[in-house]
């Protein structure tokens, strides 16, 4: 099985694909992200599905790249006999989702092997496959179809459909595997050359319009364009990753689906696109967090679907055996319906930074805040499960009350620097109130630090965001203490861990990989206290272990040496761009995100 590592991705910006760097695209979901995957193999084996077009003959040399500011991915293969690449892309969707192979000669000859297993149903249904009148392969089961177009010669083995084929040098072979609704007339077919020029004249468009100047261009921009390819083009949702049940810990049970949107990324999120010149993706995100949080404040959820759906019941997909190994395999996420009282503080700054930053926001926006902060009055003193959403009774969370307060600050903010009306004196009473309660139970003296919840000895990695979000400048003492108390307790190989290894329980253990995008937390922190050295070799550190392609994981087993958890993970992406704008913007004194949130 690959490592995760081993996978570059590849989408249309409504579902994406990994592949392989043995060419097996081994992971799909078809048509959007959250839909059930037709490739599976990432989380089973071949049988579950997957799609391999690689050198029949034994391969001496594998390298691969994209294509520069693209999402086109070409993987270059070398036998004794010959050189072959393979072209992976999604062109920008049109009427279907097509995913686009070619397989081009580049020197001498190389004697080629297809093997396509479709499985619908998340690696489990095996669809009735036929001939079309024009040649091509259809494969229908249930709702959905897929239709395979080649000039080479099919053949069924084993439930499997294979080819054998030779590419010479300056030879292109295309392969074009299109989905539809099985109810519909076949897709139509599409020119490949042609959407190979449309795919790359859709990416250089879009990275043209990136401002970044800084240092590590090429790394940020593959962020933004894996930021963009994370997006669901129809509503501006972002998903955390397209993936489900990777492993946290290699081997464990801490398997969840990330095929959803989080409240919790959005301030972040809106300053990674902003600050890099992505106003329009920045207004589609802020609009369908609009739409997705309407309704009731009581019934805000933590995360939705790519739509704004709201329920998103968790199953569990039995029949595969789980990536190494690592069992469950989820479906859905039970988290959903778990209270946090972070995300009042993240919407509500969310809407605050759009304003700050000129951006045109729906009507309505002001009225929904409102009713979000009276609903948050009457809550924010509750226990709540966590911004790493713990599967327990909940606590009083150190993090959660000071987005609380961040709540009630930003709408005394928008309130006065943009006239609208508020009860500021309550609002700034009870922001008052809550900063006390967390400095006076939330701050160990005797530790000499901020801790994870009320009452507790351990700490938490989310403590690193208190001086990015205002709640104390970063060259508070007790800032300072907190960050040496998390420097001490909570880095493993130069990491950072998001809780605190000596707490063990039954959800959390200490051999679980860091993650990567506290270890940025921790830059961002080093930034605001004036310490730029170590930020950026906190920076430095994890671009250090991204993969060949730039891509990055939610979490890195530093003694096994890999990325684990979901991939790619937005999140993680996120934060780099925020730190390289943070690393930079610092050097030359001006406002960075991290500064921009804590104003």
């Given at each position: 099985?690959?490592?995760?590592?081993?996978?570059?991705?590849?989408?249309?910006?409504?579902?994406?694909?990994?592949?392989?760097?043995?060419?097996?695209?081994?992971?799909?979901?078809?048509?959007?992200?959250?839909?059930?995957?037709?490739?599976?193999?990432?989380?089973?084996?071949?049988?579950?599905?997957?799609?391999?077009?690689?050198?029949?003959?034994?391969?001496?040399?594998?390298?691969?790249?994209?294509?520069?500011?693209?999402?086109?991915?070409?993987?270059?293969?070398?036998?004794?006999?010959?050189?072959?690449?393979?072209?992976?892309?999604?062109?920008?969707?049109?009427?279907?989702?097509?995913?686009?192979?070619?397989?081009?000669?580049?020197?001498?000859?190389?004697?080629?092997?297809?093997?396509?297993?479709?499985?619908?149903?998340?690696?489990?249904?095996?669809?009735?496959?036929?001939?079309?009148?024009?040649?091509?392969?259809?494969?229908?089961?249930?709702?959905?179809?897929?239709?395979?177009?080649?000039?080479?010669?099919?053949?069924?083995?084993?439930?499997?459909?294979?080819?054998?084929?030779?590419?010479?040098?300056?030879?292109?072979?295309?392969?074009?595997?299109?989905?539809?609704?099985?109810?519909?007339?076949?897709?139509?077919?599409?020119?490949?050359?042609?959407?190979?020029?449309?795919?790359?004249?859709?990416?250089?468009?879009?990275?043209?319009?990136?401002?970044?100047?800084?240092?590590?261009?090429?790394?940020?921009?593959?962020?933004?364009?894996?930021?963009?390819?994370?997006?669901?083009?129809?509503?501006?949702?972002?998903?955390?990753?397209?993936?489900?049940?990777?492993?946290?810990?290699?081997?464990?049970?801490?398997?969840?689906?990330?095929?959803?949107?989080?409240?919790?990324?959005?301030?972040?999120?809106?300053?990674?696109?902003?600050?890099?010149?992505?106003?329009?993706?920045?207004?589609?995100?802020?609009?369908?967090?609009?739409?997705?949080?309407?309704?009731?404040?009581?019934?805000?959820?933590?995360?939705?679907?790519?739509?704004?759906?709201?329920?998103?019941?968790?199953?569990?997909?039995?029949?595969?055996?789980?990536?190494?190994?690592?069992?469950?395999?989820?479906?859905?996420?039970?988290?959903?319906?778990?209270?946090?009282?972070?995300?009042?503080?993240?919407?509500?700054?969310?809407?605050?930074?759009?304003?700050?930053?000129?951006?045109?926001?729906?009507?309505?926006?002001?009225?929904?805040?409102?009713?979000?902060?009276?609903?948050?009055?009457?809550?924010?003193?509750?226990?709540?499960?966590?911004?790493?959403?713990?599967?327990?009774?909940?606590?009083?969370?150190?993090?959660?009350?000071?987005?609380?307060?961040?709540?009630?600050?930003?709408?005394?903010?928008?309130?006065?620097?943009?006239?609208?009306?508020?009860?500021?004196?309550?609002?700034?009473?009870?922001?008052?109130?809550?900063?006390?309660?967390?400095?006076?139970?939330?701050?160990?003296?005797?530790?000499?630090?901020?801790?994870?919840?009320?009452?507790?000895?351990?700490?938490?990695?989310?403590?690193?965001?208190?001086?990015?979000?205002?709640?104390?400048?970063?060259?508070?003492?007790?800032?300072?203490?907190?960050?040496?108390?998390?420097?001490?307790?909570?880095?493993?190989?130069?990491?950072?861990?998001?809780?605190?290894?000596?707490?063990?329980?039954?959800?959390?253990?200490?051999?679980?990989?860091?993650?990567?995008?506290?270890?940025?937390?921790?830059?961002?922190?080093?930034?605001?206290?004036?310490?730029?050295?170590?930020?950026?070799?906190?920076?430095?550190?994890?671009?250090?272990?991204?993969?060949?392609?730039?891509?990055?994981?939610?979490?890195?087993?530093?003694?096994?040496?890999?990325?684990?958890?979901?991939?790619?993970?937005?999140?993680?992406?996120i934060a780099l761009i925020n730190t390289a704008h943070n690393l930079g913007e610092a050097k030359h004194a001006n406002d960075q995100p991290a500064m921009q949130r804590s104003k």
């Open positions: 099985m690959s490592r995760i590592e081993d996978y570059g991705l590849i989408g249309d910006c409504e579902t994406a694909a990994l592949v392989g760097r043995d060419g097996s695209i081994d992971w799909l979901c078809w048509p959007a992200f959250d839909s059930d995957a037709c490739f599976a193999a990432l989380l089973g084996t071949p049988k579950n599905g997957r799609w391999l077009i690689a050198p029949a003959e034994e391969v001496v040399n594998t390298s691969r790249r994209y294509w520069d500011n693209t999402l086109i991915l070409e993987t270059q293969f070398e036998t004794k006999d010959g050189t072959v690449a393979v072209v992976d892309f999604m062109p920008p969707r049109g009427h279907a989702s097509d995913v686009v192979r070619l397989v081009r000669g580049v020197k001498g000859h190389v004697k080629m092997r297809m093997e396509l297993v479709i499985r619908f149903g998340m690696g489990a249904d095996i669809p009735w496959v036929k001939r079309t009148e024009d040649g091509a392969l259809l494969a229908i089961s249930g709702p959905d179809m897929a239709v395979l177009r080649t000039p080479v010669e099919l053949r069924g083995e084993d439930m499997t459909t294979v080819a054998d084929f030779e590419v010479t040098e300056g030879k292109t072979v295309p392969f074009v595997f299109t989905y539809g609704p099985s109810h519909l007339e076949l897709p139509d077919p599409i020119d490949p050359a042609q959407a190979l020029q449309d795919t790359e004249d859709f990416w250089l468009d879009w990275c043209s319009r990136c401002t970044y100047e800084g240092d590590c261009r090429d790394l940020v921009m593959r962020s933004l364009i894996t930021l963009k390819a994370l997006t669901y083009e129809p509503t501006g949702g972002i998903v955390a990753a397209p993936t489900s049940s990777l492993p946290e810990k290699l081997g464990g049970a801490r398997n969840w689906d990330y095929r959803y949107c989080w409240l919790r990324d959005a301030t972040f999120t809106l300053l990674a696109l902003m600050n890099s010149g992505y106003t329009e993706e920045a207004s589609d995100w802020h609009n369908w967090l609009l739409r997705a949080a309407a309704g009731s404040p009581g019934n805000m959820q933590i995360m939705y679907g790519i739509k704004g759906q709201r329920r998103l019941l968790e199953w569990e997909a039995e029949w595969l055996p789980g990536y190494e190994g690592a069992q469950p395999v989820r479906v859905g996420n039970a988290a959903h319906a778990q209270m946090q009282l972070d995300v009042y503080g993240e919407l509500i700054d969310a809407f605050h930074q759009s304003r700050v930053t000129k951006l045109k926001l729906e009507d309505g926006t002001w009225d929904l805040e409102c009713a979000v902060l009276e609903h948050l009055e009457e809550v924010w003193d509750q226990r709540d499960h966590g911004i790493w959403e713990r599967r327990d009774n909940g606590r009083h969370y150190v993090f959660s009350k000071v987005m609380a307060w961040v709540a009630f600050d930003r709408g005394i903010k928008s309130a006065e620097m943009f006239g609208f009306k508020a009860p500021l004196d309550r609002w700034k009473g009870l922001r008052d109130t809550i900063h006390r309660d967390v400095c006076e139970k939330g701050f160990d003296s005797g530790l000499n630090s901020f801790v994870e919840s009320y009452g507790a000895k351990v700490f938490d990695a989310s403590l690193l965001l208190l001086p990015a979000v205002g709640f104390l400048p970063g060259s508070d003492p007790r800032i300072r203490g907190t960050i040496a108390a998390i420097d001490r307790y909570m880095m493993r190989d130069g990491f950072v861990l998001r809780h605190d290894p000596r707490e063990v329980t039954s959800e959390i253990q200490p051999i679980e990989g860091a993650f990567l995008a506290c270890t940025l937390w921790l830059a961002d922190a080093c930034v605001l206290a004036g310490d730029l050295d170590k930020a950026q070799t906190l920076f430095d550190r994890v671009v250090g272990v991204a993969n060949d392609l730039g891509l990055l994981a939610e979490e890195f087993d530093s003694g096994a040496g890999r990325q684990t958890g979901n991939f790619p993970q937005a999140l993680t992406h």
